[in-house]
């Protein structure tokens, strides 16, 4: 394949080039081992992230996984967002229903978005928040549900869950 020099030549080139970048994209962020489903396997950075959960018509769904966290001076990649592509939706909703966030600790701010990785192109579509950390569910379709939650000392956790978001009947 790379038989003459030329070729050679461009081929080191291009693998230096990408080696570089991928040293420049990773440094400042530690990664976490998380298996194909976005489920974190250490225990000792679990345990720093306060659980999250849903509630939907009265009812708690503990289904908000972490999968990113960020405090200013490092990255944390704990896993993944859950796609539907390896799960089920963990929970099944209304178009025009609400959803409330909680956290076992009080978070500063909390932002929430249904975001289709299904469609040709990403599209995150977010929520219109109607209380404090009360969200409206819109569009139907199984989504991703994205949330960010900030907390004291600038602590950025993004959470997620997959949930079928049903027309109104």
């Known amino acids: 394949m790379a038989n003459c020099p030329r070729q050679r ?3 080191l080139l ?4 990408l080696l570089t970048a991928t040293t420049m994209t990773t440094q400042g962020r530690y990664t976490i081992n998380a298996t194909a489903d976005g489920v974190v396997e250490d225990e000792a950075i679990l345990n720093e ?3 999250g959960s849903g509630i939907y018509q009265g009812k708690e769904y503990p289904i908000l996984t972490p999968y990113f966290m960020k405090d200013g001076q490092s990255a944390v990649e704990l896993g993944f ?3 539907p592509d390896n799960i089920q939706p963990e929970m099944r909703v209304e178009e025009g229903q609400t959803i409330s966030i909680e ?4 978070p500063i701010r909390v932002q929430a978005s249904l975001v289709d990785y299904d469609a040709d192109v990403a599209v995150s579509y977010p929520l219109e928040e109607v209380s404090k950390n009360m969200f409206k569910i819109a569009p139907e379709g ?3 549900l994205e949330v960010e ?5 600038n602590k ?8 079928d978001v049903v027309g109104i009947s």
């Open 81 to 83: 967002p859950k796609l």
């Open 149 to 153: 939650a900030v907390f004291p000392g």
């Open 103 to 106: 956290f076992q600790d009080n």
């Open 9 to 11: 030549i461009v081929l």
């Open 14 to 17: 291009v693998l230096s080039v």
């Open 142 to 144: 199984i989504k991703t």
């Open 49 to 51: 992230i306060p659980k």
């Open 156 to 163: 950025q956790i993004f959470y997620s869950t997959l949930v």
